[in-house]
């Protein structure tokens, strides 16, 4: 069989491509060995948010007295519904992947995809020929040696998301968003959980004052963080519990927990494809490839968490659709990556899009600073989550940096920011707009005016 363009891997950046040069008018393939949809919608991002809302219920029902509200009969969590649901989501998400592939009639080729040679993959035995290839098989999560993953004891965030029972301790080991989504689903839950990061704050990627916003946040939750801490080995004891031996500020320490989570970032799923019978250049485990995702390889392409770059679904996504267009010659505007929303699901949510106020005077920018804490929010009063803040930083000439927010659904706000800077927008743009009250997207108007010496609420 031979297509246009054949796409091995149909996560959130190969269904993307492959709808878009569907619409192009080409023919296409896509190649999945699992569920459609890849991790994104089946092991990651929806079945995730999926056990987070749950927790954020049972949150509310907790707590209900503080709403005026008489709940008969204790509330509790019932994991296996928690994580039926879940399943059922993602199942949901998945089979509307496969409608949009059977609405713009692109075959799905069931099997592992390998490059053969140029032009020609191998899917389980069956070679099928197209004039452009791309690669867009993501990642799994990485396994450390001194962490041994054993799917019971010791898990990653795979066996996280279909656990049927709670355990008592949980030690989660490391905070990006992962780590600290997972951390933060067990904590709300009941489970003792300890989180542990080798660098010197929690979310490390995130800026200095949300880190220290969510620590505080994790121990309101009783959940214990250490940061600065490394973890030197992990064991399972004959009685079936974990040991775990650190070294932090106290020294050499040996903690015990239930489970061990592994969160320590992904690694590329790049073995086992042909890169090397057909030379495709791969650097530090990522495959090179150009502005348009063309790897060194005439009609060879990669995109998703295979390239360098935030290993995020909307990243694959942008780059999926910038690599079709520009196969298909309609020159399209390379990705912007100083402008890439990032988002963590914790309660409170984390939303942070371009520089952080560290990275600004790394390179010696003067910048202004506007804050507006959510306790001076009606909005967020009213709805019981003061917790949080915005802050947006500015250039000597007002435009938009950075935003940093923690609060409820920041991570729905951020979308203004994100275009504000796409834009070129300036505090005075910005504190100019007119926003809804009460909303909580009224603090990024009121940062703005913070930044302008202007703040009318603080």
Known sequence: MKYDMLIIGSGPGGYVAAIRAAQLGRKVALVERAEAGGVCLNWGCIPTKALLKSAQVYGYCSHAEQYGLDLSGEVRPNLEKIVARSRAVAETMSRGVQFLLKKNNIDLIAGFGRLTAPGRVDVDGTEYEADHII????????????????????????????????????????????????????????????????????????????????????????????????????????????????????????LTADVVLSAVGIQANIEGIGLEELGVAVERGKVRVDEFYRTNVPGIYAIGDIVPGPALAHVASAEGICCVEAICGLSPEPVDYTTIPSCIFTQPEVASVGMTEQQAAEQGLAVKIGRFPFTASGKATAAGDRDGFVKLIFDEQERLLGAHMVGASVTEMLAEPTLARKLGATAHRIARTIHAHPTMNEGVMEAAEAALGAAIHL
């Not at 993953?149 to 008592?168: K, N, Y």
């Open 135 to 254: 690669l867009a098989t993501g990642a799994r999560p990485r396994e450390m040696p001194f962490i041994p993953v054993d799917g019971e004891h010791v898990i990653t965030s795979r066996q996280a998301l279909a656990m049927t029972r709670l355990p008592e301790t949980m030690i989660v080991v490391g905070s990006g968003a992962i780590g600290s989504e997972l951390a933060w689903f067990y904590a709300a839950l009941g489970v003792k959980v300890t989180v542990i990061e080798y660098l010197p704050r929690m979310m490390p990627l995130e800026d200095e004052e949300v880190s220290k916003t969510m620590e505080r946040a994790f121990r309101k939750l009783r959940a214990t963080v250490l940061v600065g801490t490394t973890v030197k080995q992990v064991r399972v004891a004959e009685a079936g519990h974990c040991e775990v031996e650190i070294e932090g500020k106290k020294g050499p320490e040996t």
